[in-house]
Every structure is written in C-alpha cells, then in structure tokens.
C-alpha cells in the first residue's frame, strides 16, 4: 500500500502507546520494589538504633552499680535492681514487651516498689535477660541479652559488662 502522507496509522499509534505502557508499569513496579526494601530498612535501622540507646543507658547505670552482692534487691532473667549510691532503688524491667527502667524504694520482702518513677527505655522487646556473676560476695560481671524482633528480623545485643570498682575487700 502507497501512502502519500507522513504520520502513524491508528494501529502503529495504538502498538507504540502499549509498548510505552508496558515499559512504564516495568518501570513503576521496579521503582515500588525499591521503595518498600527502603522503608524495611529503615524500620530496621531504627530499631536497631533505638536499641543501641536503651542498651547504652543501662550499661552506663550498670557500671555504676554496686559491688557488694548484699545491694543488689533482686535478681530474675527479666528483672534486675540494686540500691544506687544516694540510697535510692534502681531497676530494669521486661513488662508486656516494653523495657522499663524504674527508680524509688524497695520493699526486698514484699517485691513491691513505693514512691517509684518509671520509664520506658525500649518498645517492642522481644526478650531480654539478665545474669550476675558473683566471686566471693562481689559482683564483677552483668551479662545482659537484649533482642528485638522488627519485620521478623531478629536484632540481639549480647553484651558482657565488666562492672567498674570491684575491689574485694
């Protein structure tokens, strides 16, 4: 067939817009893939970084905690307290997957805190334990294991902490 004019017959207009269609619905599906593996990580990310802090904050109070096994109130795998240096009570705390930093007075026979605050170190902790290791009736080391579980991608600290001050005496 002769044409005399130059231009698209419907049918090449119409093969041309599907290919275009097609090449961005590639493009649109590879660009979505992209964004979701994006926004996981940085969910990821920030637990993981949330859990640096909460993990920082109790190795800080922990180095400072006392040496004598006698001021340490009470001692479970998700729950640990000692008395701090100005008399007050100090403790952390797994409740319904929250860790919990709580301060006030201990009644060590009843278990139960009075005039306490309490805080919220991390969310969403899917465990967190707590060992002391004891020599002669001084506390030398913590060992604490905190893990949280985002996107069902298990993020653990395992941390060893070597206590400040142990002087046996």
Known sequence: MNRSNKGFSLIEFMIYNVVGYLLLIILFAAVWSVHRSLSRQQVRNRAYASLVAGHALMR???LESPAKRDAW???TPHYIAWIMP???ACGYRVKKNILQRIEGKYDVHRHQWHDKTT???LRNIADCRFELFVDQGCVHRVLVNLSLNPDNQPLKINDSIVLRNRIKG
Do not use: F, K, Q
């Open 73 to 75: 109130l009470d001692i």
């Open 119 to 121: 805080s919220v170190v």
């Open 86 to 88: 100005n008399g007050r």
């Open 60 to 62: 800080r109070e922990l």
